[in-house]
């Protein structure tokens, strides 16, 4: 069983910056981070791999966000810049244990994280 707890949500201005951080209490494949908006479905923001380091992100925030890990602290990084109306939702960090490459699919992953809201509004 691994635990997951994220942080690091808020209220900002579009074009501001939040970091989300999702520590985890054990050892994982990978973690990946996922956001869902009201009355949308949950989906797949971004997902780093803990033996390579292999980065993905989708479409809408290559180039905003950035995924990064400190294996030592067992900590994944989100670093979100230039944030829009839009990138608000409720944000979980996810684990998986095996890996079938398909990070976007919220069944690849084991644990969920309680999550945490991110708003941005003027």
């Known amino acids: 069983q691994v635990q997951l707890v994220e942080s690091g949500g808020g209220l900002v201005q579009p074009g501001g910056s939040l970091t989300l951080a999702c520590v985890a209490s054990?050892?994982?494949?990978?973690i990946g981070w996922f956001r869902q908006a009201p009355g949308k479905e949950r989906e797949g923001v971004s997902c780093?791999?803990?033996?390579?380091?292999?980065?993905y992100y989708e479409d809408s925030v290559k180039g905003r966000f950035t995924i990064s890990r400190d294996n030592g602290a067992n900590t994944v990084y989100l670093q979100m810049n230039n944030l829009k109306p839009e990138d608000t939702a409720i944000y979980y960090c996810?684990?998986?244990?095996?890996?079938?490459?398909?990070?976007?699919?919220?069944?690849?992953?084991?644990?969920w994280g309680q999550g945490t809201q991110v708003a941005v509004s003027s």
């Open positions: 054990g050892s994982t494949y990978a």
């Open positions: 780093i791999t803990t033996s390579d380091s292999s980065k």
């Open positions: 996810a684990a998986a244990m095996g890996w079938s490459g398909a990070w976007v699919l919220p069944d690849q992953y084991d644990y």
